[in-house]
């Protein structure tokens, strides 16, 4: 009785894989036994021969490496010795035009494969070649014979690329110096220099997508085979729950660890998101090891990002991590002299300065109130002078002429160089009281309404001519002394603040 039984099991393939599934559940883990072995599905017995159908060339891989002996062991103790199996991978899900696309490969390198090819009928004819080439060779030899199909995947078929991000219209300055130096060294050895990740962080406009995109069309430029993405972290956590839904997360896990370089902008915002930063987590791993190339940004450094896997926040440290600070008044002059050069614009001198002066928070915002600038000449046909500029400016500008007063200016440059305001208004001629003095009167020209001669009463009766030295002064000290540039600009902004 026992032979026809076993008999009847032979032919019954779904029951011989269940028999197996039973077994298999006993030797390894919950979450393993339904990460890879639930999504299985048995396709045909021939003989001893078992052929189970998984979700990808990955997939395969995956048990092969982890899972052999188990498999081999369930399917010898419910088929016998000869059992053998193979494993028919999805390499093309289809659509309503094209029946999927089957690769099938045995459990041992040796042997045959086979790739199913549709035909018209719907009838799969196979076709045999020794498995003398690595398996990966082997599907994509499958892959060729279905060209555009196959190439073009219908849910990752771009590196989202910017072409018009390149390094030579990313301008250099102290503010973004080293993240730019690090941006070259990965892109003409990407993967191969030890700033694997590239960790770019900084506030909103200030040049990491640009930096990121430059890199990626940079390595495409010199070697247009790598197979590189640049995806927003949001997008990612679309697609990998859009896969969950669809059953599909190894497809989803698998086109990302193919990646040569992967581009990920805005990390931050995997934060608290468990199941992405797992998945992702596997990917970083996958490729670092493979020596692929990584490159990330952030708003913050990886040690001040929350809600991140301690795991993950280690990982992102191993690599460079570089910032890209707010751009000082040269590189603001210079980004709008590029732009200007670069799509055939012109503005007079003195807008220029104003603009660089007046609009210091980042690049998008410069680039934006150029844009305005440009729209409005071209409209009226005409060129503007200053004047005309301030009042198109006026929605973007922070203007605060006439808003702040002198004693709120002199309060704030007391504080920021620690002097009273008496000395401020006293004869004294301290060097630090001096200075700061001098530094009170650029203010108050810059930012109140009030004129030379008011402005040199409120300081201790000064006359016109020492407040225009001042001013000169300050100008002068700006343009040579980075140091004090940079004292000037944060005095600024805590006016900006207090206003």
């Known amino acids: 009785g026992g032979g026809n039984i076993f008999s009847t099991l032979?032919?019954?393939?779904?029951?011989?894989?269940?028999?197996?599934?039973?077994?298999?559940?006993?030797?390894?883990?919950?979450?393993?036994?339904?990460t890879w072995f639930e999504p299985i599905v048995p396709i045909s017995l021939q003989g001893s021969n078992l052929t189970i159908e998984v979700p990808s060339q990955y997939f395969y891989e995956w048990l092969e490496e982890n899972y052999v002996s188990e498999l081999q062991q369930a399917l010898t103790s419910i088929i016998g010795e000869n059992a053998s199996l193979d494993y028919s991978i999805v390499v093309d899900r289809g659509d309503r035009n094209n029946r999927p696309l089957h690769v099938t490969l045995p459990n041992k390198t040796s042997g045959q494969a086979r790739i199913a090819e549709p035909v018209e009928n719907g009838a799969f004819v196979s076709y045999s070649g020794a498995v003398t080439k690595a398996r990966s060779e082997i599907l994509e030899t499958g892959k060729s014979a279905f060209h555009a199909r196959l190439e073009k995947d219908r849910l990752f078929d771009e590196s989202n690329l910017i072409p018009s991000y390149s390094f030579e219209n990313f301008v250099e300055g102290d503010c973004n110096r080293l993240a730019r130096s690090a941006g070259l060294a990965v892109a003409s050895k990407p993967g191969i220099t030890s700033f694997n990740p590239l960790m770019l962080y900084g506030g909103v406009g200030l040049g990491k997508t640009h930096l990121m995109h430059a890199i990626g069309n940079k390595i495409r430029e010199m070697d247009p085979g790598r197979k590189m993405i640049y995806i927003s972290s949001e997008k990612f956590t679309h697609q990998f729950i859009e896969s969950l839904g669809k059953n599909a997360a190894s497809d989803f896990t698998e086109h990302y660890m193919q990646m040569d370089v992967l581009i990920v902008d805005d990390i931050q915002f995997l934060a608290g998101k468990e199941k992405t930063q797992e998945i992702f987590?596997?990917?970083?791993?996958?490729?670092q090891q493979a020596?692929?190339?990584?490159?990330?940004?952030?708003?913050?450094?990886p040690k001040d990002l929350k809600g991140m896997h301690e795991r993950l926040i280690s990982r992102f440290k191993w690599g460079l991590t570089a910032d890209l600070q707010q751009p000082d008044y040269e590189t603001r002059m210079a980004i709008i002299q590029k732009k200007m050069q670069n799509d055939g614009l012109h503005l007079p001198l003195?807008?220029?300065?104003?603009l660089a002066q007046h609009i210091d928070t980042n690049i998008r915002e410069l680039e934006g109130a150029?844009?305005?600038?440009?729209?409005?000449?071209?409209?009226?046909?005409r060129e503007f002078n200053l004047e005309q500029a301030k009042k198109?400016?006026?929605?973007?500008?922070?203007?605060?002429?006439?808003?702040?007063?002198?004693?709120?200016?002199?309060?704030?440059?007391?504080?920021?160089?620690?002097?009273?305001?008496?000395?401020l208004k006293d004869k004294t001629r301290k060097k630090e009281v001096a200075v700061a003095r001098q530094v009170g009167m650029y203010f108050a020209k810059e930012y109140t309404g009030y004129s030379l001669k008011q402005i040199g009463?409120?300081?201790?009766?000064?006359?016109?001519?020492?407040?225009?030295?001042?001013i000169q002064s300050v100008q002068a000290l700006i343009d040579k002394d980075a140091t004090f540039r940079k004292n000037v600009e944060d005095l600024k902004r805590l006016l900006k603040a207090n206003s």
């Open 10 to 34: 032979m032919h019954n393939y779904k029951q011989i894989w269940n028999n197996c599934l039973q077994i298999l559940r006993n030797q390894v883990d919950d979450k393993a036994f339904k």
């Open 392 to 423: 198109i400016l006026n929605n973007i500008v922070e203007q605060f002429d006439r808003v702040l007063d002198i004693e709120k200016i002199q309060k704030s440059v007391s504080r920021f160089f620690s002097v009273s305001v008496d000395d």
């Open 291 to 301: 020596g692929k190339q990584i490159i990330l940004s952030s708003d913050c450094p």
């Open 281 to 287: 987590f596997h990917i970083f791993n996958h490729l």
């Open 457 to 470: 009463h409120y300081f201790g009766g000064r006359d016109h001519s020492t407040v225009i030295h001042a």
């Open 350 to 354: 003195d807008v220029v300065d104003y």
């Open 370 to 381: 150029m844009i305005s600038l440009i729209a409005q000449s071209s409209l009226n046909k």
